[in-house]
Nanobody, 116 residues
Framework: QVQLVESGGGLVQAGGSLRLSCAAS????????MGWYRQAPGKQRELVAT???????NYADSVKGRFTISRDNAKNTVYLQMNSLKPEDTAVYYCYAARYTLPSYWGQGTQVNVSS
């Protein structure tokens, strides 16, 4: 089992920045990739960013150039730096960990609100 604890959400004005953190514990040796999904009210959960064990990254088109995913292996933590935030980035952000390609474990979610 892998446990994921997120932090860093909050309220920010459009154009501002936030950094989300996701600390992993447990059987982390089994993890191939980690990343973030988000879900806005009335919408489906969508993939935001992924980072693999080889540090390959992937981003949704809507966040490319604004968001950066990174990892600190010593702390077993993945970060999502979000810059130039827009009201449409408002959502609950979920950290995930994948043993293969699809998410195997989820965090509890952290709310991000961007005001216009």
């Amino acid at each position: 089992q892998v446990q994921l604890v997120e932090s860093g959400g909050g309220l920010v004005q459009a154009g501002g920045s936030l950094r989300l953190s996701c600390a992993a514990s447990g059987s982390i040796f089994s993890i191939n990739a980690m990343g973030w999904y988000r879900q806005a009210p009335g919408k489906q959960r969508e993939l935001v960013a992924t980072i693999t064990s080889r540090d390959t990254t992937n981003y949704a088109d809507s966040v490319k150039g604004r968001f950066t995913i990174s990892r600190d292996n010593a702390k077993n933590t993945v970060y999502l730096q979000m810059n130039s935030l827009k009201p449409e980035d408002t959502a609950v952000y979920y950290c995930y960990a994948a043993r293969y390609t699809l998410p195997s474990y989820w965090g509890q979610g952290t709310q991000v609100n961007v005001s216009s």
